[in-house]
């Protein structure tokens, strides 16, 4: 595991939006999985910056999120198809044909998770994988659990998931119960794999999660096991390490 240290916010996002770079310019062909939440906005900010400029190009690239909303349309403004689009999607030249994410819409949930399964599988697998990490140490809707998932599954959202989501939606009535995410064993398959983290409310979960023993209790602790994880964090979230 790397761990590359940043300054800051904008430092952090930089340096993460340096790793994707690299691998389209080495790799245009290649497939990015990508992450939602607030941690990631910056970084593909940088990226929507330099497609400007002329220095990157993604219309060969495929994408593949980690989770979306299970009930949710994609042009609900707090589906992760509408966060993707209004981020990255539509201010770079990828093809839309080619940005996948979990039907949230498919309430056969054993049908939208092999759907979704397939579609990775047939892409060839995921080159780089993005990550965030929860408070609790999930990736993805990946849970504190008895197990590490292998496959995309349906998840029952935590209370403090659902709490902490309460703040997109008009109240937590609003707030979906249930999400699509790739499970732990296909993120582990991911030759690279890129964690960023900012902020001093998340030093704790990552001293714990990279730091301490490996346990389903907290999934992100599984990256430990995998042979090429960069990590990008700012000084606050590195500083109890």
Known sequence: MK???AKDYNDMSRKAANVISAQVI???????????????IGTYAQLVEWYQKGDLDFSEVTTVNLDEYKGLPRDNDQSYYYFMNHHLFSKVNVDPARTFLPDGMEPDSGKACSDYN?????AGGIDLQLLGLGHNGHIGFNEPSDVFEAGTHCV???ESTIKANQR???????VPRQAYTMGIQTIMQAKK????????????IVKEAFF???????????????SDV???????????I
Do not use: N, W, Y
């Open 26 to 40: 080495m790799k245009p062909g290649c497939v990015l999985g990508l992450a939602t939440g607030s941690t990631p």
């Open 118 to 122: 397939k579609v990775i599988a047939d």
């Open 156 to 158: 029952d959202l935590t």
């Open 212 to 226: 301490g023993p490996i346990t389903p209790r907290v999934q992100a602790s599984v990256l430990q096991l995998h």
């Open 3 to 5: 761990i590359i240290k």
């Open 193 to 204: 794999v890129l964690v960023v983290v900012s902020g001093e409310d998340k030093a704790a």
């Open 230 to 240: 960069t990590v990008v964090a700012d000084e606050a979230a590195l500083s109890l």
């Open 168 to 174: 997109f939606f008009a109240s937590i009535e609003e």
